[in-house]
Nanobody, 113 residues
Framework: VQVVESGGGLVQPGGSLRLSCAASGFTFSTYVMRWYRQAPGKERELVAA????????NYADSVKGRFTISRDNAKNTVYLQMNSLKPDDTAVYYC???????WGQGTQVTVSS
């Protein structure tokens, strides 16, 4: 199993970023995929999840209306579009297939002026 997150960076408040997660080593199209984040000194929290076919998605209240999760099963990739970013969104973002205890290195998102 492998997941590789990318797309993070430094962005000003109100800006946007699109994260990508390329997966391999498991049957991607059959797994619910999730994005988590972990800020310094805080526990890892679930940000968004998407069903295996991409038809259903759920979001943490803190990101509803700002973040959109999507997936491309042909590319074994899940995305997280983040708009109207806030300083509180600063964290390392990880993707994870539900039911598999594997974590990549994550991608750092920093929201600061």
């Amino acid at each position: 199993v492998q997941v590789v997150e990318s797309g993070g960076g430094l962005v000003q408040p109100g800006g946007s970023l699109r994260l990508s997660c390329a997966a391999s080593g498991f049957t991607f199209s059959t797994y619910v995929m999730r994005w988590y984040r972990q800020a310094p000194g805080k526990e890892r929290e679930l940000v968004a999840a998407i069903g295996s076919a991409g038809a259903m998605a759920n979001y943490a209240d803190s990101v509803k209306g700002r973040f959109t999760i999507s997936r491309d099963n042909a590319k074994n990739t899940v995305y997280l579009q983040m708009n109207s970013l806030k300083p509180d969104d600063t964290a390392v973002y990880y993707c994870n297939p539900r039911g598999i205890d594997y974590w990549g290195q994550g991608t750092q998102v920093t929201v600061s002026s």
